[in-house]
T-cell receptor, first 114, second 115 residues
Framework: AQSVTQLDSHVSVSEGTPVLLRCNYS??????LFWYVQHPNKGLQLLLK??????LVKGINGFEAEFKKSETSFHLTKPSAHMSDAAEYFC????????????FGTGTLLAVQP | DADVTQTPRNRITKTGKRIMLECSQT?????MYWYRQDPGLGLRLIYY???????NKGEISDGYSVSRQAQAKFSLSLESAIPNQTALYFC??????????????FGPGTRLTVL
């Protein structure tokens, strides 16, 4: 069965410093992986997705993630945090196949300090 | 214009009441999903539908039912609401892109409080 583990429930950074949100996955086959962002009182927006093409995936708003099969990781990074990045971030794995169910991590709340 | 809409956006109700949450989409997708979000638990799948005649239970379907009235509409019902169904509920859709279904598109959510 597929699963994802987000290693930090809260991360706090200063504006202008790098962001690292960690995610490990478990999958019996080559997975599809996603990062979604949820701003306060908003729905979920797709940041980026990995679907077995390039291992370094670039997303919106300067975020990127690297798929590392040997480490079963899909960490989300951004070189320089902005105040508007404060939100909750979800790492997600797809069950694939005919059902395409998404399995969500428990989320990481990113705070950006001025 | 929003591609996936949910009504109502907020609802407060009492224990034992019947509640219906509605979802509509203009994306032309055939697959629709209902999730609930609880703090610290991420999103969990309640029900999903691949087309009007295909309804499937997710991981937490007890206490819920759904209706797929048309390709564009997918409703979630709580027949007799209880306080632990207080949560944020999301509808999502997905469509065939190339040879696979992949990305899901989410509505803005419905915040339900059961007193």
């Amino acid at each position: 069965a597929q699963s994802v583990t987000q290693l930090d429930s809260h991360v706090s950074v200063s504006e202008g410093t790098p962001v690292l949100l960690r995610c490990n996955y478990s999958s019996s086959y080559s997975p599809s992986l996603f990062w979604y962002v949820q701003h306060p009182n908003k729905g979920l927006q797709l940041l980026l997705k990995y679907t077995s093409a390039a291992t370094l995936v670039k997303g919106i708003n300067g975020f990127e993630a690297e798929f590392k099969k040997s480490e079963t990781s899909f960490h989300l990074t951004k070189p320089s945090a902005h105040m508007s990045d404060a939100a909750e971030y979800f790492c997600v794995v797809s069950s694939g196949g005919a059902t395409n169910k998404l399995i969500f991590g428990t989320g990481t709340l990113l705070a950006v300090q001025p | 214009d929003a591609d996936v809409t949910q009504t109502p956006r907020n609802r407060i109700t009492k224990t034992g009441k019947r509640i219906m949450l509605e979802c509509s989409q203009t994306k032309g997708h055939d697959r629709m999903y209902w999730y609930r979000q609880d703090p610290g638990l991420g999103l969990r799948l309640i029900y999903y539908s691949f087309d009007v005649k295909d309804i499937n239970k997710g991981e937490i379907s007890d206490g819920y039912s759904v209706s797929r009235q048309a390709q564009a509409k997918f409703s979630l019902s709580l027949e007799s609401a209880i306080p632990n169904q207080t949560a944020l509920y999301f509808c999502a859709t997905s469509g065939l892109a190339g040879s696979s279904y992949n990305e899901q598109f989410f509505g803005p959510g419905t915040r339900l409080t059961v007193l």
